[in-house]
């Protein structure tokens, strides 16, 4: 049977699904807060990481670890790298990089992390699918686009730092913990999938805009994660 840990950085990330699931248990461990129950048919573990990339690997390993999860998700808000993304819009992870990982001097490409074999942390197609199927379904007036998710420990806010992100990364989103899920979860074994809805763009504009948008964007992300768990 499957069990999908589903992990937000932040309250407005997961308060939602939380307040629809059956809690059956409880854990708190790490500071964080672990509620495992069911979110209708779906059997589910939902969690608040904290923010950042070690809160994020840290969670993951102890939903594998005290869980035995099958899946994860990431549901939350980013900062748009693409133009053909704007406020509300959702990204879908084809794959996800660590920006702010640089062994270059090495050999390592930018973004690799040393004897890793893969820069990139594809994500599960199945599950992409059924993202996709489900945003259609859920959100039918949102535009969707499946992309990649680059993460590193900062709140990206300029233009130039955006530009960056895009020329060495080709990113579509910015955030703050979808690559440590995702290296999580291919060190574990376990297919993983991150929703973003797009909350600012990632450049000198995105400190007004994210704190007027974060609550609407993450709205839409969460419902998605809702519909979609019933599938899995
Ligand atoms: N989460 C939402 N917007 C973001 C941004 N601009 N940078 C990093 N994380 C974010």
Redesign the pocket.
Known sequence: MSKIGIIGAMDLEVDALKAKMNTEKTLKKAGMVFQEGTLGDAHVVIVKSGIGKVNAALCVQILVDEFRITHVINT????SLNAALDIGDILISKDAIHHDMDVTIFGYQLGEVPQMGTREFAADEQLIALAKASCEKVNPDINAIVGRVVS?D????SKDVKERLISNFQGDC???EGASIAHGAYLNGIPFVIIRAI??K?DDS?EMD?PSF?RAAAAHSAALVEDMVQSI
């Not at 900062?154 to 806010?157: E, M, Y």
């Open positions: 939350g808000v980013a900062g590193g900062q709140f990206i806010s910015a955030e703050m909350s600012d990632a995105a994210y974060e």
